[in-house]
């Protein structure tokens, strides 16, 4: 069974950072990437950004290029996603999904539970 | 404001067919056939639902099934069942831009 299993919430305070982990199981994760969005409370799904693996590279969505980074450790089967300088408008469940490694768009598939991160002073 | 645009909210009675619609640019879903749908309850993680245009992932009902015609694509869910009261979200492959989603429809079952 696949699974992604991401790390608890977090409250952070304005101008901090938060990283998020995101655990693989149930299938080789050298073969699949991983992607990262977000959902503000009672809005919509917006993309963050892709992480491949098996090149430790990945493609961040233009308005975040300054603030977030996408790593990926495969000694762990992990992907994690840092955001810095967070703002209150930052406050979302961030949510990570398996992707392909060549394929942006393809799918997403499955997605982890989601981990809320709270920005306030 | 999304990039892609649909409904805000789509009703129907068990057993009737809804569709909902998802209209990008010719940057977006007119370029690509990389257009997914997924479903969300509440409190819940997005689940796959259709991916490019009109591909059914294992385990999705035959009920859902997916297509495009230039610059909008299309969620169709035939036989309306209960469970299927959800948010709906498309999302497509942008180009430049990376991936693109709609706004969300709320799907609500009469």
């Known amino acids: 069974q696949v699974l992604l299993e991401q790390s608890g919430a977090e409250v952070k305070k304005p101008g901090a950072s938060v990283r998020v982990s995101c655990k693989a199981s149930g299938y080789t994760f050298n073969t699949y990437g991983i992607s990262w969005a977000r959902q503000a409370p009672g809005q919509g799904l917006e993309w963050l950004g892709w992480a491949i693996p098996y090149s430790g590279t990945s493609d961040i969505a233009q308005r975040f290029q300054a603030r977030v980074t996408l790593t990926t450790d495969t000694s762990t089967n992990t992907a994690y996603m840092e955001l810095r300088n967070l703002r209150s408008d930052d406050t979302a469940v961030y949510f990570c999904?398996?992707?392909?490694?060549?394929?942006?768009?393809?799918?997403?598939?499955?997605w982890g539970q989601g981990t809320l991160v709270t920005v306030s002073s | 404001q999304s990039a892609l645009t649909q409904p805000a909210s789509v009703s129907g009675s068990p057993g009737q067919p809804i569709t909902i619609s998802c209209t990008g640019t010719?940057?977006?879903?007119?370029?690509?056939?990389?257009v997914s749908w997924y479903q969300q309850h509440p409190g819940k993680a997005p689940r796959l639902m259709i991916h490019e245009v009109n591909m059914r992932p294992s385990g999705i009902s035959y009920r859902f099934s997916g297509s495009k015609s230039g610059n909008t694509a299309s969620l169709t869910i035939s036989g309306l069942q209960a469970e299927d009261e959800a948010d709906y979200y498309c999302?497509?492959?942008?180009?430049?831009?990376?991936?693109?989603f709609g706004g969300g429809t709320k799907l609500t079952v009469l």
């Open positions: 010719s940057s977006d879903v007119g370029s690509y056939n990389l």
């Open positions: 999904a398996r992707s392909t490694t060549n394929c942006l768009g393809c799918w997403f598939d499955p």
């Open positions: 999302t497509s492959f942008a180009g430049s831009r990376g991936l693109v």
